[in-house]
């Protein structure tokens, strides 16, 4: 039995919501750019954001999610995904889980329900990070300025994701399609990340999508 | 530039993405009640400066955020190797003696 305090964290309604870049008002830049944008950019806002933590040698845990989540534990500097759900290798006893949002407490219970009796960790960090999505045929670029990982799809395929250093911080880069590219940063780091990305996209012009 | 092999990551990820934490391998006593100050002062301050070769603790900061173990030679900054927390060293000062400081004398070991 577990003790951990599992709650509806979202606020039922009515509740006004704010991602960590509403002061940016990136709504009011929807078709503003240059035409034709080398960067696209697209804030994956309030998603669900789970920690989940286990043993990954054991075949129990791994059967456990497998029966919570429809995917299988990644292995390293790995993703899966399944429809609006990913699920990511973070460490070698860590894993992201992010769902569209609304959906974190249901996962949290179905989880903790496979799970029960094992050694695990679940925690909703959804308030303190969220995605940020670059698209367009000059992403690679713009990364290439940002970090010293080598972003080429030889050593960076499809499906990969790393946490490295960014921009003198860090973040974690993901890899979701050919020319798309997710950022997962921390609430407290958004105004700089897009400060940031608005100065290295600039010339190759930089758009905003909702 | 280093490069530095993670081996919870299992690549060579750049430098600035580590902290290097110190000596490794120092058990902590089993029983630090009954340890003298002397002791305790040891277990807890005095680590060693070797010239050579130097097993140290590393994290994966900006990655996996993991420790792991490194063997390093603190003449040449060469990493000869990284292992994880709980296995042994393959090169010991012992098994590979430094092949840098042949042509020099060496200081009295104290």
């Known amino acids: 039995m577990t003790t951990a305090n599992v709650y509806q964290q979202r606020p ?74 990913s699920l990511q290798w973070m460490g070698p006893d860590e894993w992201l889980l992010i769902v569209p949002g609304g959906q974190e407490f249901a996962v949290e219970q179905a989880l903790r329900a496979a799970l029960a009796g094992l050694h695990i960790s679940v925690v909703n960090v959804s308030g303190g990070q969220q995605l940020l999505e670059l698209s367009g045929p000059n992403v690679r670029e713009v990364l290439m300025k940002s970090t010293s990982y080598d972003v080429h799809p030889d050593n960076f395929p499809v499906g990969k994701a790393v946490g490295t250093v960014f921009a003198k911080s860090q973040l974690v880069i993901r890899h979701t399609g050919e020319d798309t590219w997710e950022l997962l940063i921390r609430r407290s780091f958004s105004d700089y990340w897009w400060l ?15 | 530039m280093l490069h530095i092999f993670c081996p919870h990551c299992g690549e060579l990820r750049s430098e600035e993405e580590f902290h290097a934490s110190g000596q490794a391998h120092i058990p902590r006593p089993l029983d630090p009640g009954s340890c003298t100050d002397a002791e305790w002062g040891d277990y807890m301050f005095f680590r060693d400066n070797p010239r050579g070769l130097h097993h140290e603790l590393w994290n994966h900061v900006a990655g996996c955020r993991q420790f ?24 010991t000062e012992q098994a590979a003696p430094l092949t840098t400081t042949a042509t020099r004398e060496l200081g009295e070991k104290v």
């Open chain 1, 12 to 85: 039922d309604s009515g509740a006004k919501a704010e991602s960590s870049l509403h002061h940016a008002n990136l709504a009011g830049l929807i078709g503003k750019g240059r035409k034709n944008p080398g960067v696209i950019v697209r804030e994956k806002k309030l998603l669900g954001h789970l920690t989940l933590r286990g043993d990954a040698k054991d075949p129990a845990f791994a059967e456990g999610v497998h029966k919570a989540l429809g995917l299988e534990l990644p292995v390293a500097l790995s993703l899966v995904a399944k429809d609006q759900t």
């Open chain 1, 196 to 210: 940031w990305l608005q100065d290295a996209a600039a010339q190759y012009g930089l758009s905003v999508e909702a």
């Open chain 2, 68 to 91: 792991f173990n490194a063997t390093r030679n603190t003449l040449t900054y060469e990493i000869l190797e990284t292992y994880l927390i709980g296995s042994k060293p393959q090169f």
